[in-house]
């Protein structure tokens, strides 16, 4: 089993910065990829960016150039600095981890991320 806890979601103006955590705990040797999905109001939940453990990123279209996922193996901890936010960015923000087998994906519990216009 894993656990992901997130933290630094909050209200920002439009062009302004957050930085999102999620720490994993328990199994953590079994984890290989890491990222964040987010779910605006009404619509599906998508992927916003991954890393592996080896340090492979991958983002949506929509972020490229303006968020950055970042991972700290040592304290099981993957981060997102999102910067040049957008209203079109508010969302919950979800960390998930996969385990190295495929077998199983877990949840953080989302945090909620505003940006006011």
């Known amino acids: 089993q894993v656990q992901l806890v997130e933290s630094g979601g909050g209200l920002v103006q439009a062009g302004g910065s957050l930085r999102l955590s999620c720490a994993a705990s328990g199994s953590i040797f079994s984890i290989n990829v890491m990222g964040w999905y987010r779910q605006a109001p009404g619509k599906q939940r998508e992927l916003v960016a991954s890393?592996?453990?080896?340090?492979?990123?991958n983002y949506a279209d929509s972020v490229k150039g303006r968020f950055t996922i970042s991972r700290d193996n040592a304290k099981n901890t993957v981060y997102l600095q999102m910067n040049s936010l957008k209203p079109e960015d508010t969302a919950v923000y979800y960390c998930y981890a996969d385990v190295r087998d495929g077998s199983s994906r877990y949840w953080g519990q989302g945090t909620q991320v505003t940006v006011s216009s």
């Open positions: 890393i592996t453990s080896g340090g492979s990123t």
